[in-house]
T-cell receptor, first 112, second 112 residues
Framework: KAGVTQTPRYLIKTRGQQVTLSCSPISGHRSVSWYQQTPGQGLQFLFEYFSETQRNKGNFPGRFSGRQFSNSRSEMNVSTLELGDSALYLC???????????FGQGTRLTVV | SQQGEEDPQALSIQEGENATMNCSYKTSINNLQWYRQNSGRGLVHLILIRSNEREKHSGRLRVTLDTSKKSSSLLITASRAADTASYFCAPDYSGSARQLTFGSGTQLTVLP
């Protein structure tokens, strides 16, 4: 069974640009969550999608947005990038509400 | 904050020794998950223990959960150099939506 796939693995963007990250969950998983990991703040929850609906959102500015498609694949978008957005962005998928959450390898975003 | 807090923050042991990491959390949980992260990579799911379970094993891993003390521990027996990683606990308080909260982790170093 294929794991959670995140693309791209690495990205370098310039301040002010926007970026879209993609996450393909494990087949059959309908819940997809996104997390940001930085050395200073650690792992922080961004948002969670289930059946194309955002069910929960963390404490991030509106520049961070996401969506989920009918095949459960999810994208997150960050607009007007700031230097502080440099981080490892992790996606996790799970089958059900109380099931194990499996993470992808992450996308390393560097904003210069 | 509802995140789990791992203790100790750093642990250094010799290969072959056992490693014990602890996690404390604040409120009632549905389950608690343990993850491993090798430097800059994605999180690898280790074990999920449900709130009605007290102990769970997986290979060289043993996880305990004490809901009365709101704490969990992860024991790695006969450690190997490849176990060197950061270990995170993620208490799952999920209600209607999925959101895992993470502490700063325990950095385990296994010396050959």
């Amino acid at each position: 069974k294929a794991g959670v796939t995140q693309t791209p693995r690495y990205l370098i963007k310039t301040r002010g640009q926007q970026v879209t990250l993609s996450c393909s969950p494990i087949s059959g998983h309908r819940s997809v969550s996104w997390y940001q990991q930085t050395p200073g703040q650690g792992l922080q929850f961004l948002f969670e999608y289930f059946s194309e609906t955002q069910r929960n959102k963390g404490n991030f500015p509106g520049r961070f947005s996401g969506r989920q498609f009918s095949n459960s694949r999810s994208e997150m978008n960050v607009s007007t990038l700031e230097l502080g957005d440099s981080a490892l962005y992790l996606c996790a998928s799970s089958f059900g509400q109380y099931a194990e959450a499996f993470f992808g390898q992450g996308t390393r975003l560097t904003v210069v | 904050s509802q995140q789990g807090e791992e203790d100790p923050q750093a642990l250094s042991i010799q290969e072959g020794e056992n490693a014990t990491m602890n996690c404390s959390y604040k409120t009632s949980i549905n389950n608690l998950q343990w993850y491993r992260q090798n430097s800059g990579r994605g999180l690898v799911h280790l074990i999920l223990i449900r709130s009605n379970e007290r102990e769970k094993h997986s290979g060289r891993l043993r996880v305990t959960l004490d809901t009365s003390k709101k704490s969990s521990s992860l024991l790695i027996t006969a450690s190997r150099a490849a176990d060197t990683a950061s270990y995170f606990c993620a208490p799952d308080y999920s209600g209607s939506a999925r959101q895992l909260t993470f502490g700063s982790g325990t950095q385990l170093t296994v010396l050959p």
